[in-house]
């Protein structure tokens, strides 16, 4: 059955609210006690903003630490902007909260996955992420490292297997 409402939006957009909220709280206030955020996003997602001296390292995917050494949080509805320390050095990144593909908590052991199977994106000749075009292949990450086993949020949870439904 062909799911007319969109659930899968539904849920993820709910869940990426949850980052735009807990990073909210953070920008008014700063990180409380013990916690800190691992951030794995695509980095040429549109409007996704890193250094050209990092965007050669991380030509596609990166993963960020909001703990210490941190300034600047300022978090939007789309997007959140943070400058942090590379090699000693603040750089400015902007992440859309779409280009997220993990995001955890590590001191309170909570973690959201996101799919990254945009059936209507393919990369363009400049290297970002086009989601005007139709291309109905899957866009591959690969594993960041993070653990997210304990207490991980993911939509896929939520989906029947498309595969087994396609074959009915």
Do not use: C, W
């Not at 800190?36 to 995917?61: H, R």
């Not at 989601?131 to 866009?139: D, P, Q, R, V």
């Amino acid at each position: 059955m062909q799911d007319l409402i969109g659930y899968d939006e539904i849920i993820e957009n709910s869940m990426r609210s949850v980052i735009y909220e807990t990073l909210k709280k953070v920008e008014k206030t700063g990180l409380p006690g013990k916690h800190y955020f691992v951030v794995t996003f695509l980095t040429n997602f549109p409007g996704a903003v890193v250094p050209s001296s990092l965007q050669v390292k991380y030509s596609n995917e990166m993963t960020i630490v909001v703990q210490y050494q941190y300034k600047s949080l300022a978090v939007e509805h789309d997007l959140f902007k943070v400058s942090l320390s590379f090699s000693g050095k603040y750089e400015k990144l902007v992440v859309p909260y779409r280009a997220i593909t993990s995001f955890a908590d590590p001191s309170m052991n909570f973690g959201l996955k996101f799919s990254v199977n945009y059936d209507d994106a393919e990369i363009g000749e400049d290297g970002k992420i086009d989601l005007n075009h139709a291309n109905k292949n899957e866009l591959k990450i690969k594993d960041s490292g993070v653990d997210l086993s304990a207490k991980v949020v993911s939509l896929e949870a939520f989906r029947k297997n498309k595969n087994n439904d396609e074959q009915k």
